[in-house]
T-cell receptor, first 113, second 112 residues
Framework: AQSVTQLDSQVPVFEEAPVELRCNYS??????LFWYVQYPNQGLQLLLK??????LVKGINGFEAEFNKSQTSFHLRKPSVHISDTAEYFC???????????FGSGTKLNVKP | AAGVIQSPRHLIKEKRETATLKCYPI?????VYWYQQGPGQDPQFLIS???????DKGSIPDRFSAQQFSDYHSELNMSSLELGDSALYFC???????????FGPGTRLTVL
């Protein structure tokens, strides 16, 4: 089975500052990795995903994440955040059979002016 | 582009009542997943269907049942509702051509 740990439940940051949201996973098999964003009262929107190849993955809205197999991490980064990035971010893993996702507990990003 | 449709978007029920949530996947998607997200919690996988057959099962209570129909839409039936069933229920769909799940906007169920 897989599991996901998001180390920070809340991350406050000022607008235009850089941010990193941390995600570590545990799995005995190879996995796919995902970051989703959830705005208030809305569904989950895919930010980016790692399937194979380059370990640096670029997603929508200027976000990127780096897959580190040795550290079993998939941290999400953005060099300069905007007020509109205020949302909850979920890291997720699935095995290669892609039967189901395991989500982390979420990180609430609060961007302050 | 067409997205996953869930209905209703909001549902209020009393304890011990039943509820039916519907999910309409993106056209030509053959796989449907159901997730439950309690207040302040991460989404938990409930059950999935592939080509109208149950493909995997997660932490779905025995009071819940689900099925996928010939047009690939899915319904989650919830009986003897409890206060703890209050949550946001997500449906997601996909097909073999994609390595991701496409999520619907969710149905917010409130049990009073």
């Amino acid at each position: 089975a897989q599991s996901v740990t998001q180390l920070d439940s809340q991350v406050p940051v000022f607008e235009e500052a850089p941010v990193e949201l941390r995600c570590n996973y545990s799995s005995s098999v190879s996995v796919y990795l995902f970051w989703y964003v959830q705005y208030p009262n809305q569904g989950l929107q895919l930010l980016l995903k790692y399937l194979s190849g380059s370990t640096l993955v670029k997603g929508i809205n200027g976000f990127e994440a780096e897959f580190n197999k040795s550290q079993t991490s998939f941290h999400l980064r953005k060099p300069s955040v905007h007020i509109s990035d205020t949302a909850e971010y979920f890291c997720a893993v699935s095995d290669l059979s892609f039967n189901k996702f395991y989500f982390g507990s979420g990180t609430k990003l609060n961007v302050k002016p | 582009a067409a997205g996953v449709i869930q209905s209703p978007r909001h549902l209020i029920k009393e304890k011990r009542e039943t509820a039916t949530l519907k999910c309409y996947p993106i056209p030509r998607h053959d796989t449907v997943y159901w997730y439950q997200q309690g207040p302040g919690q991460d989404p938990q996988f409930l059950i999935s269907f592939y080509e109208k057959m149950q493909s995997d099962k997660g932490s779905i209570p025995d009071r819940f049942s689900a099925q996928q129909f010939s047009d690939y839409h899915s319904e989650l039936n919830m009986s003897s509702l409890e206060l703890g069933d209050s949550a946001l229920y997500f449906c997601a769909s996909t097909t073999n051509s994609y390595n991701e799940q496409f999520f619907g906007p969710g149905t917010r169920l409130t049990v009073l």
